[in-house]
């Protein structure tokens, strides 16, 4: 059995034009990707997809940890228009929220990229881009997620993993699944909505929309009522007399 | 509708005073607040968000409803009703886009009791869903794009396609505006593009399902405006055509259509289908009904828009009528008051709509300050805008920022005044779409009418064009830097004065006035047998002028501008001179790398101001315009278009390799009007003796013999023959041997003598080539001559009278010039003349050349070697006898660095005894024979050019060509080689240079050019290209920014301006401007220096950097000057949280320089080019320190510099800018 027959756990075809590329275990694979791309082997919508990684990273080069069993995808995106730029992350979220609703999971976006489903962290999206290549980092807990200790101390939500929501697939058959929409739901919303729509359309999508939200970073911490997106890509906070657009930091609820 | 019907008037005194509000923004905001005013005399009343509250577009109206901070409250219908409600709001005008295609709007505002002006939400329903539309149609006879008849299952969609052909389009029943469009051009797409488009249209519009259509190429789109009131009146008014589109983005709309397949009966078929369509649903209001009609003239119905759309206008313009205010008046009951009678067409009319977006880069909106603003008016115009000078256009919505609508009696006129009106459109500060449309109205497909939707797709050639200020406003930005540094950085001439040094008087020369038909031109130009053979026959001396190039290049380094060569040159064109030498050797790199001047463009300047004489030109053989050989493809394309400006081509070669001449010789010969001029490179040392110059002659005429395809006689009188003696060494007794032999051997053979002053013997040398018949000297104007150029011409004419000869020129023009030239030159003396002045005698010895006499050695004094010149001119002296050819560029130079090195080197190793060591191992090789040497010696003169460079060794090997007394001695090679130069004299070549270079690719380097400037290249800016790449985009770059330098007045271009001046200047077009000076502030923190100054009563601010930063607060932040390629800036506000690189570090092309998280995602910020880190302006290592520093978008972060140039000799980095020696070797770079 070839690798691809392993992960899909059958013999049948793959329908796809892109290409995915598997490795058994690698660094990460962003770095897998971007080494493709730079030799012209990674189009846009081809994706790397890993059993396992060892140095797996999140944003700012945080540690990703990347048990076996667990989705780790780098998906190559074509450059959208200029005026994308900033929803990139949460336009990424959206197709694979929809994607995973689709399988019968209920996931939500929580600003800007993570995936949430029942209130914990299941997933999250890193866009890196060098020059003219475009990827997304992706990582879904499909059969495990990290013990909480090994959490980073400011983390906004516990971490879950999806093993009881997802129907039978294989790790393979789960990608091809979200990929295979994901593009084409992609490359749709560019076409056909400006930022304004889309930020508007996928309301239904982000959690915490409408409630009040505490939003951390490095330099402060601010409350209100998330009331919504900016069509670039900001988090529209009402606090108590004005209402601000925020670009940066990490979003939690009040409770936690 | 059980109420009467009430007149227009009746309604208009209805609605007066009541309060109607616009639910919009931008343009339909303003435009819908103008009629609710005029006419109807009612409260305008707009809706704005906070971004919205004081924008230039909500002046007119009266009241402001504030719908508060979100940018997106203008959907929310509910609030603004709520809002209204209690405002006392009579009726509601959505405008377009927004909250007006929401079918609520219309039944929302009838339960909050408000008049809605539009249709039902019932007829928005019917009419604006597509299938049911179709249905519609089809059941009232007007043809649809043929497709299946409602939403389909993917079999049906098969039979469909089957049925109708490929390609077709899945289309989602709730898309629209060329939404929701897949398109399918094989049968095996059409499974996956179905359950894809579904999903998708699920996923967009709330409704998974999807209709089938043919997709129609080859189409126009063309719509009509109908207005129907409620009472069944409906008229139709003729068609818009709106085929110029960009992703089913209208651009253009035009009325009545330009397209010559529209007929009067097409359109009064569209019409009544319009009417029938409206009719059918009792709609009233105003809607458009859409057609694509394919090339044959057949119409397929595709949409029908329910509202007022952005192209109303041109309607209005055709019929002169106000559309708003017609629908205002019926949707407050009036009967429609327009009919075929009352409402004919009066004009044809044009809209282009003016966005704030930038075409050229994939048209990226471009938000920010306006800084001007300036609407076209006039007969035919009319703009409806949102903006203003001062106004910060928002991010927050669409681009829009303008319409600007023309209109008159016929299609050419509309075309003529489109032109006009966007040349006098100037919006500044932000990039809009003005220049693009222009590319589009003086498109000759466009002008034809003969084009589909796919026009803008299919025409890439309209993005390539240049998108630039007027010349005044852009030649004032280059004064006020210029100004605020104190001195003008594009000379290159480093930091030679500040802001406060003492300034010239202002340049008002006083010039004699020119008689038109003072002289006659005795020379019959454009005839050159004619020319030659009245040279021969005339008995006299004549004389070529080198003012305004060879003399102004030793005493000036070429800094001579065109804007003095148009005072000077109607002089010198009435002196009575054979020729001006006016371009070529190193003037043409100059004329770009410091006069920022095109030097084809000023050569064909010169043949205007001064179109009587002859022109001369100097080119360098293989090395043409350049420092080092050219393929023979650029050498011809060069030559043709020197051809075309220059009427008396000299070429010399270093090396008196002949062969390499060849390329120019055949596009020279094959020109009767042009005068090939072959120079023999001249010297005075052994060896280089009569006989040995009477071969080179020799080879000359056989040359030209071959490429002209003529006798060796006929040769003879075909071509001017050159002797250069670019150092100014020959003795006139040398000249006398040397010019009588050559014309006892050649008697028709014109001569042409050129030598530089450098020895002080200019004015007997030259008399006694004259005296021995040389027919042409160079001499220059009196009040030009220095030290290294040439002589002076009344003396030398003097002299040359004495001797009994005769001379034909016109001496009284020539003291004119001298006068208007004494005016000119003391603004040159002082900034541009070289370092080391007077007459240097011993030239006779080392042979340096004329302008290089100074730069070299001033290089050994920069260098700090000053103490060893006299060394190194012995050493110069000494390898003259080794290693012999021509003190002519670049072989000069070549020596001069072997020189330097072998002198440092040797003093480094040995100090001054070290230095007297090889001088006299020199001495011993150039005068002792070969046998006559000990051993010791033999090994000692090892030393001799142990230390030459790469340019020495080439040499050597006769990469530059064949070395005009042979190879030297193997010791040379030993020296210069080292252990292995046996494998250097086995390489050695007699060949030219010219037989192994491949020539390059023109149509991939005028590719690469287009690339470089964003549009195509002129012939002469590809040429320019081709032979200085660097610099001549650095020159092109220039004159887009800035436009001719040459327009400034002297005195500005080295000194600038200081604050109280005045100063009046003329652009190109030879329209008047006056600059005052206000203010010049001294830099700010950041080295910012703020220039305010006023153009023709305009007032400007320019920022000028002019130091370095000091300070550290973010108000005034540096930012990356977007065109310099070399200031890596932030690409959008974000938190910086690497950053890789330091100071003094070497980046490669494509190396990741930092990281900017921005709104999470991950940017990595590559360097643009090669080149060194000269500043990192902020830090971050997050992973070290877990800080993230923020970043404002355009912020420089980092600054590079080229990677240190390389000594073009010993190849050694030069590590500073303004380094101008090779700290390692003293080649000056």
Same mark, same amino acid.
């Given at each position: 059995m070839t690798l691809a027959q392993s992960l899909l756990g059958s013999e049948q075809d793959v329908e796809s034009k892109e290409r995915i590329y598997l490795c058994p275990s690698c660094s990460s694979t962003l770095d897998v990707a971007h080494y493709l791309a730079q030799k012209d082997a990674l189009d846009p919508f081809d994706s790397v997809l890993a059993l396992r990684q060892w140095s797996g990273r999140g944003q700012l080069r945080r540690q990703w940890i990347s048990e076996p069993g667990n989705l780790f995808v780098t998906w190559r995106l074509p450059q959208p228009h200029e005026q994308w730029s900033g929803l990139l992350p949460i336009l990424v979220g959206f197709v694979l929220c929809q994607g995973l609703r689709t399988v019968g999971v209920d996931v939500f976006l929580k600003w800007p990229n993570d995936l949430l489903w029942q209130n914990s962290k299941v997933g999250g999206i890193l866009i890196e881009e060098r020059g003219d290549v475009l990827l997304a980092g992706i990582g879904l807990n499909l059969a495990s997620c990290p013990e909480p200790f090994l959490l980073r101390e400011d983390h906004a939500f516990p971490a879950q993993n999806l093993v009881s929501a997802l129907p039978d697939l294989t790790i393979l058959e789960l990608w091809l699944r979200l990929v295979h929409l994901a593009q084409f739901r992609y490359s749709f919303i560019l076409s056909c909505f400006d930022p304004l729509e889309f930020v508007q359309f996928i309301e239904p999508v982000l959690a915490f929309v409408g409630t009040r939200v505490r939003i951390t970073d490095h330099r402060s911490i601010i409350q209100g009522v998330y009331v919504g997106l900016s069509p670039d890509g900001g988090l529209i906070l009402k606090t108590e007399n004005t209402s601000r657009i925020l670009y940066s930091g990490s979003l939690s609820t009040e409770k936690w | 509708m059980s109420l009467p019907p009430h007149s227009f008037e009746k309604v208009a005194q209805e609605i007066r005073g009541k309060r109607i509000l616009v639910a919009n923004r931008g343009i339909p905001a303003r435009r819908i607040v103008r009629s609710i005013k005029e006419v109807f005399q009612a409260v305008p009343m707009i809706t704005a968000t906070d971004v919205d509250k004081t924008a230039p577009f909500t002046s007119g109206a009266h009241e402001l409803l504030h719908l508060g901070e979100n940018p997106r409250a203008y959907l929310d219908v509910d609030k603004i009703l709520a809002l209204a409600k209690s405002r006392g709001v009579a009726a509601i005008h959505p405008g377009w886009g927004f909250a007006s295609e929401d079918e609520s709007f219309p039944s929302k505002c009838r339960n909050a009791g408000i008049l809605f002006i539009g249709p039902t939400s019932e007829a928005m329903r019917l009419l604006g869903n597509k299938v049911q539309v179709r249905a519609l149609a089809q059941k009232l006879g007007i043809p649809v794009v043929p497709g299946s008849e409602g939403a389909v299952t993917v079999e049906e969609a098969r039979e469909v396609a089957k049925k109708i052909g490929l390609p077709i389009m899945l289309k989602a029943e709730g898309g629209g505006g060329g939404r929701g469009i897949y398109e399918v051009f094989s049968e095996e797409q059409l499974n996956d593009a179905f359950v894809k488009a579904s999903t998708l249209a699920q996923a967009s519009f709330g409704n998974p399902r999807l209709f089938v259509e043919r997709l129609l190429t080859s189409i126009r789109h063309i719509e009509i405006q109908v207005i129907a009131d409620k009472y069944g009146n409906v008229f139709a008014f003729d068609e818009r055509d709106c085929t110029v589109q960009r992703n089913h983005q209208k651009l253009v709309e035009i009325t009545p259509s330009p397209w010559p397949g529209m007929t009067a009966a097409l359109r009064e078929q569209l019409k009544e289908y319009a009417r029938q369509l409206v009719r059918a649903v009792e709609y009233h209001s105003l809607c458009t009904v859409e057609f694509l009609v394919d090339s044959t003239g057949q119409p397929y119905l595709i949409e029908v828009n329910t509202r007022l759309q952005v192209e109303h206008g041109i309607t209005e313009c055709r019929y002169g009528i106000d559309l708003v205010e017609e629908q205002i008046a019926v949707a407050f009951g009036a009967e429609l008051r327009l009919n075929d009678e009352n409402c004919t067409p009066k004009s044809h009319a044009l809209q282009v709509r003016i966005n704030c977006e930038d075409p050229q880069h994939g048209f990226a909106p471009n938000a920010g300050r306006i800084t001007r603003y300036l609407s076209p008016g006039g007969p035919g115009v009319r703009v409806d805008s949102c903006i203003c000078a001062g106004y910060d256009f928002p991010s927050q919505y669409d681009s829009a920022a303008a319409l600007l609508i023309v209109y008159g009696p016929a299609w050419n006129k509309l075309l003529g005044i489109m032109d006009r009106a966007l040349g006098e459109y100037l919006i500044g500060g932000i990039k809009t779409t003005i220049p693009f449309h222009h590319q589009i109205i003086m498109h000759p497909k466009f002008r034809s009418g003969e084009y589909y939707t796919n026009f803008i797709t299919n025409t890439p050639g309209l993005m390539s064009y240049l998108d630039c200020e007027p010349e005044g406003v852009r030649l004032s930005r280059l004064i006020a830097e210029i100004s605020a540094l104190g001195y003008n950085p594009h000379v290159k001439l480093g930091e030679y004065r500040t802001r406060d040094s003492k300034r010239m008087d202002p340049f008002r020369p006083s010039l004699p006035s020119i008689e038109p038909e003072y002289y006659e031109y005795p020379y019959p130009r454009g005839d050159r047998d004619a020319i030659l053979d009245y040279v021969r026959d005339s008995g006299c001396v004549h004389f070529c002028d080198t003012t305004t190039r060879d003399i102004t290049q030793s005493n000036s380094g070429n800094r001579f501008r065109l804007a003095e060569d148009r005072i000077i040159g109607p002089y010198l064109d009435n002196c009575g001179f054979f020729s001006l030498e006016n371009g070529g050797g190193a003037h043409f790199h100059v004329a770009m790398l410091a006069n920022m001047t095109y030097p084809f463009s000023e050569a064909k300047e010169w043949n205007r101001f001064a179109p009587k004489t002859l022109k001369q030109i100097l080119i360098r053989s293989t090395n043409v315009l350049g420092y080092k050989p050219q393929p023979k493809n650029i050498m011809r394309r060069t030559g043709e278009m020197i051809c075309e400006h220059y009427d008396v081509i000299r070429c010399f070669d270093f090396l008196n390799h002949i062969e390499n001449m060849r390329p120019f010789a055949e596009v020279a010969l094959a020109s009767k009007q042009n005068i090939w001029e072959p120079a023999i490179s001249l010297s005075y040392a052994q060896g280089f003796d009569v006989p040995h110059y009477l071969g080179v002659v020799q080879e000359i005429i056989d040359m030209t013999a071959q490429v002209a395809g003529c006798s060796k006689q006929q040769a003879e009188k075909r071509i001017v023959l050159g002797l250069k003696d670019m150092a100014g060494v020959c003795p006139p007794i040398f000249m006398t041997e040397l010019v009588s032999s050559i014309r006892k051997t050649y008697p028709e053979l014109i001569i042409h003598a050129h030598r530089h002053y450098t020895d002080g013997l200019f004015v007997p040398a030259m008399g006694a080539a004259a005296k021995a018949g040389a027919h042409i000297v160079d001499t220059a104007i009196g009040a030009s001559v220095r030290w290294y150029g040439q002589g002076e011409v009344l003396s030398t004419a003097a002299y040359i009278e004495e001797l009994g000869l005769k001379t034909s020129l016109n001496k009284e023009m020539i003291r004119t010039a001298g006068f208007v030239l004494k005016q000119i030159m003391p603004y040159y003396d002082r900034y541009t003349a070289p370092y080391f002045q007077g007459i240097d005698y011993d030239v006779i010895e080392h042979g340096m050349p004329g302008g290089a006499t100074s730069s070299s050695q001033e290089g050994a004094l920069k260098q700090g070697y000053i103490h060893l010149l006299p060394y190194m001119l012995k050493f110069l002296a000494g390898t003259r006898k080794i290693v012999r050819y021509h003190d002519v560029t670049p072989g000069s130079q070549i020596t001069w660095n072997t020189a330097f090195l072998a002198v440092t080197g040797a003093y480094k190793r040995g100090g001054r005894r070290g230095v007297r060591r090889i001088l006299t191992m020199l001495e011993q090789m150039a005068s002792q024979p070969e046998s006559a040497l000990s051993r010791e010696v033999k090994i000692g003169?090892? %030393?001799?050019?142990? %230390?030459?460079n790469d340019a020495f060794r080439d040499l050597l090997l006769g990469k530059f060509g064949r070395l005009p007394l042979g190879f030297p001695p193997d010791w040379v090679y030993e020296s210069a080689f080292g252990p292995e130069y046996q494998e250097a004299i086995a390489q050695r070549t007699e060949l030219s240079p010219l037989s192994t270079l491949a020539d390059i690719d023109l149509a991939q380097e005028r590719r690469s050019l287009t690339e470089h400037i964003s549009r195509d290249p002129s012939e002469e800016e590809l040429v320019l290209y081709l032979n200085h790449p660097g610099d001549a985009l650095a020159t092109i770059h220039f004159v887009d920014k800035y436009g001719d330098c040459n327009q400034i007045p002297l005195h500005l271009w080295f000194e600038g301006m200081c604050s109280g001046d005045e100063v009046m200047f003329k652009d190109s077009q030879g329209r008047h401007h006056v600059l005052c000076m206000k203010h010049i502030s001294r830099p700010d923190d950041h080295g910012q220096s703020l220039v305010s100054y006023s153009l023709d009563s305009e007032a400007f601010s320019v920022q000028v950097k002019v130091a370095e930063a000091v300070g550290k607060d973010e108000v005034g932040l540096e930012m990356a000057d977007p065109k310099n390629i070399y200031q890596v800036g932030s690409p959008s506000n974000g938190d910086l949280w690497v950053v890789h690189v330091k100071p003094g570090d070497m980046v490669k092309k494509g190396e990741e320089l930092f990281n900017i998280s921005i709104m999470k995602q991950e940017k990595a910020i590559l360097a643009p080019v090669d080149g060194m880190v000269e500043r990192v302006l902020k830090f971050a290592d997050y992973q070290e320190d877990k800080k993230m520093v923020p970043v404002k978008e355009g912020e420089l972060l980092v600054q590079l510099i080229p990677a240190p140039r390389k000594c073009p000799t010993c190849t050694t980095p030069i590590a500073r800018e303004d380094f101008r020696f090779c700290p390692c070797c003293g080649q000056k770079v």
């Open positions: - | 003169r090892l %030393d001799i050019y142990q %230390d030459a």
